[in-house]
């Protein structure tokens, strides 16, 4: 894959993908860990989905929120960048969640325009979560967007937003 820009031009391989997913698969299994809103082996089904979406060009934005009781607590949103050659590769971690009662983690997927139901249909058999449509508003507009991090790997990147009360 490759992406041209005016006065750039970055390109990814499913390795580079693959080395940006490694650090999400960390952060989110030290979101599991710390919050104990999830198992471990939960999260790695839900970064695996995150993963094949995409290395297929499907995954735009990942959201995670933890709830304690229904309310919002933290969350933490990824971005995807394909042309990613001025992020700097940073060390997955500095989510650990709180536990609380009650807790829920709720992931949203974003996805490409190019995601559509043919592309639905023939990634179903890949992904180990059924996803469901949803209208969740993933604004955190009650919590304060802190410090994130970037990964990338050549032209393909994660931009991590972090989000607490």
Known sequence: M?????????????????????????????????SGAITEAT??????????LAKEGYLEKVDL????????????????NTS???????????VLWPRVADPHLRIVL?????????????MKRNLKVNWTPTDADTSHARLIQKSGRSYASNGWGMQRRDYAA
């Open 43 to 52: 999260a790695r089904d839900y970064a695996y989905d995150v993963e094949e």
């Open 2 to 34: 490759s992406y041209t820009s005016e006065t750039r031009s970055y390109s990814y391989t499913f390795a580079d993908i693959k080395t940006v997913m490694r650090r999400f698969t960390a952060d989110l299994v030290m979101i599991a860990q710390s």
């Open 65 to 80: 929120t933890l709830f304690s009781a229904g309310v919002e607590i933290c969350a933490t949103q990824y971005v995807v």
């Open 110 to 122: 974003s996805y490409t325009n190019t995601y559509d139901a043919d592309a639905r249909e023939a």
């Open 84 to 94: 990613a050659g001025d992020l700097s590769m940073s060390r997955p971690g500095g």
